[in-house]
């Protein structure tokens, strides 16, 4: 766990997985921003992690994908950029499978990644040297074993700290306490708690909870008889069946 934050950067940011490509900056804060979007529903939720380069900054992700996945000629092409995004989202998929990014009551048990996908800005089309605003998409999905507020009283996610965060909670969940989280607001309506901040210097958030529906067992016994959960291994096998798998050869 304590590894997981520096694990992201890593895969989110290009410019920190440039070897060969000499830049102009020296650290990831002067080339972009990352926000975190996560929403948490009963068997599962969504990480979506939002990549944002500054025009003058958007050479360094193009230079990337041009010297290791396209073929070196200035230019990033639609293919190229097909390739990359491929890249990137097996490589999410592996590293978070060596480590997840979820915990609740400080495990991990129970929590299946289902799902992992990248989205690369058609921005990134076009000249290395062209300026143009970029925003990259990466979504991770995740299934509970069981409606989540049954698994624990609190779920703890790791981060990037200093960067944007917002949790959604579910209807039927109270919110007792929020930790880990820098200029936090909570705000609750209609019946759904939102916490919005940034990641503070740990890079570790944890939000405490309890639900109403805690003691409604006859309510929450008919919605598990509806709902079919795939083992992990099976899980797992699917994905690796239907993610197309890239090779990349540097030059």
């Not at 102009?24 to 972009?32: G, V």
């Not at 491929?86 to 799902?115: A, E, T, W």
């Not at 690796?240 to 990349?248: D, E, L, M, R, Y």
Request: glycine share 4%; aromatic share 10%; proline share 2%.
């Amino acid at each position: 766990m304590k590894h997981t934050a520096t694990i992201i950067l890593k895969l989110l940011c290009f410019i920190v997985l440039i070897l060969t490509v000499p830049i102009s900056i020296t650290t990831a804060d002067d080339a972009f921003t990352l926000e975190s979007r996560i929403d948490i529903e009963n068997r599962g939720l969504s990480w979506k992690y939002i990549e944002m380069y500054e025009e003058d900054r958007s050479y360094l992700i193009k230079q990337y994908i041009d010297a290791n996945i396209g073929n070196r000629d200035g230019f990033v092409s639609a293919w190229e950029l097909h390739k990359a995004d491929k890249v990137m989202r097996q490589r999410l998929h592996d590293n978070i499978m060596q480590d997840m990014n979820v915990q609740i009551n400080k495990s991990y048990d129970g929590i299946y990644p289902v799902n992992v996908d990248a989205e690369l800005s058609h921005e990134l089309i076009g000249r290395v040297s062209q300026p143009s605003a970029v925003r990259n998409l990466y979504i991770v999905e995740y299934e509970f074993r069981d409606f989540f507020y049954k698994m624990g009283s609190d779920m703890s996610f790791s981060g990037i700290p200093g960067t944007k965060v917002s949790i959604t909670m579910p209807e039927t969940i109270e919110v007792t306490a929020v930790n880990g989280v820098e200029n936090k607001t909570i705000t609750r309506i209609n019946r759904i708690t939102y916490i919005t901040g940034e990641f503070g210097n740990k890079g570790q958030i944890t939000v405490h909870y309890n639900s109403t529906h805690i003691n409604s067992e006859s309510n929450s016994d008919t919605l598990e008889d509806d709902i079919k959960i795939q083992k992990p291994v099976d899980i797992i096998d699917t994905f690796f069946k239907n993610i197309c798998t890239v090779s990349v050869n540097k030059q």
